[in-house]
């Protein structure tokens, strides 16, 4: 059962859980919990956005065809899809469902979110702002310093 929160951080805490949920549902609690606070540490950053789903859902878009071919369309009634693998978090981009399929793990993903916005985990990731699959050898990664690996993903920060 979700914990209960106070409206104005129902969005948050709904994006964070997804956000945990793709992109770390298999890991251990620690694994989950780094993720989380990646976003929260990308939040504080001046690099990125200041809100926790504008630093999820941030990446590159473009219009649905079918909204394009109405001029007079106002934007806010436009539809717009992140472009395939240009995200900052890959499941938002991967041109699959975001459909939450394991509802056991969701509560996981959400439970974890809920104490990582509520300040119960301290940041144990050194401030790590970025992470990738153990299994991918992104170009940006040679640019930034490797803290340390946890479960399936290396996290690092700018040198």
Do not use: M
């Given at each position: 059962m979700p914990i209960k929160v106070a409206a104005k951080t129902e969005t948050a805490l709904k994006c964070m859980a997804k956000n945990i949920y793709f992109e770390a549902k298999s890991e251990s609690f620690a694994g989950q919990a780094a993720v989380a606070?990646?976003?929260?540490?990308?939040?504080?950053?001046?690099?990125?956005?200041?809100?926790?789903?504008?630093v999820i859902y941030e990446g590159p878009l473009?219009?649905?065809?079918?909204?394009?071919?109405?001029?007079?369309?106002?934007?806010?009634?436009?539809?717009?899809?992140?472009?395939?693998?240009?995200?900052?978090?890959?499941?938002?981009?991967?041109?699959?469902?975001?459909?939450?399929?394991e509802?056991?793990?969701?509560?996981?993903a959400h439970r974890i979110a809920w104490l990582v916005l509520n300040g119960h985990i301290f940041d144990f990731t050194e401030g790590a702002i970025f992470y990738h699959a153990d299994y991918v050898q992104p170009k940006w990664a040679k640019d930034k310093q490797k803290l340390f690996q946890l479960d399936n993903h290396i996290f690092y920060r700018n040198k």
């Open positions: 606070l990646v976003v929260l540490n990308r939040v504080k950053h001046k690099a990125f956005p200041s809100t926790i789903c504008e473009y219009e649905s065809w079918k909204t394009r071919q109405i001029p007079d369309l106002p934007r806010e009634l436009r539809t717009y899809y992140p472009r395939r693998d240009r995200c900052q978090f890959s499941w938002y981009c991967d041109g699959k469902a975001d459909k939450v399929k509802e056991s793990a969701y509560q996981e």
